[in-house]
């Protein structure tokens, strides 16, 4: 069974600390990973994309890797503001899937504090 | 900031009230996506369409129906509606691309329905 499993469930940090969010995946055939912000109340928005090929991939302040060996994928968050507070989802594209089917992890819910 | 637009963005209804969700999107996005999402959980895909009158059935089992008469208008109907309908309801959209690669999927800002 294709599945995404996401941790910490919840986390909360310092304005200004660095933070590191989990991702383990089953999904087989393997397209893509992707790491979703989703702010109350909104819809996700793509951070990263990364491909099977791809082992880092930064936008800004955040970076993710991945290590499709272990099919772990991890985001780091660089000296967090408060804007950052929101959900992180972990979304793993089958590639055997012509609709490019999304596999959802429940997502990772960030507090930053000031 | 990804053109798709979902309306209401908040709705309070009494049971059997039969509804429309409104999802658009100006992207010309062939695919369309609906999703469903509780507090704390994954979405999952109850409708998609690869394009005009085109649309299957997702993961999740839905009461609800949709249609695509227009390439860029994606509504969500229920019937009638129950207090298990309570839920936030997710419209998407992408590219169709050829081959293996997928592209990215837009999301709207979502519709917070409330049954009582």
């Known amino acids: 069974k294709n599945q995404v499993e996401q941790s910490p469930q919840s986390l909360i940090i310092l304005e200004g600390k660095n933070c590191t969010l989990q991702?383990?995946?089953?999904?087989?055939?393997?397209?893509?990973l992707r790491w979703y912000k989703q702010d109350t109340g909104r819809g996700p928005v793509s951070l990263t994309i990364?491909?099977?090929?791809?082992n880092t991939k930064s936008n800004g302040r955040y970076t993710a890797t991945l290590d499709a060996d272990t099919k772990q994928s991890s985001l780091h968050i660089t000296a967090s503001q408060l804007s950052d507070s929101a959900s992180y989802i972990c979304?793993?594209?089958?590639?055997?899937?012509?609709?490019?089917?999304?596999?959802f992890g429940r997502g990772t819910q960030l507090t930053v504090w000031p | 900031e990804a053109d798709i637009y979902q309306t209401p963005r908040y709705l309070v209804i009494g049971t059997g009230k039969k509804i429309t969700l409104e999802c658009s999107q100006t992207?010309?996005?062939?695919?369309m996506y609906w999703y469903q999402q509780d507090p704390g959980m994954e979405l999952h895909l109850i409708h998609y369409?690869?394009?005009?009158?085109?649309?299957e059935k997702g993961d999740l089992s839905s009461e609800s129906t949709v249609s695509r008469i227009r390439t860029e208008h994606f509504p969500l109907t229920l019937e009638s509606a129950r207090p298990s309908h309570t839920s936030q309801y997710l419209c998407?959209?992408?590219?169709?691309?050829?081959?293996?690669?997928?592209?990215?999927?837009?999301f709207g800002p979502g519709t917070r329905l409330t049954v009582l």
């Open positions: 990364m491909t099977f090929s791809e």
């Open positions: 369409s690869y394009g005009v009158n085109s649309t």
């Open positions: 998407a959209s992408s590219e169709k691309v050829g081959g293996r690669v997928h592209n990215e999927q837009f």
């Open positions: 979304v793993v594209t089958d590639r055997g899937s012509t609709l490019g089917r999304l596999y």
């Open positions: 992207m010309g996005h062939d695919k």
């Open positions: 991702c383990n995946y089953t999904v087989s055939p393997f397209s893509n």
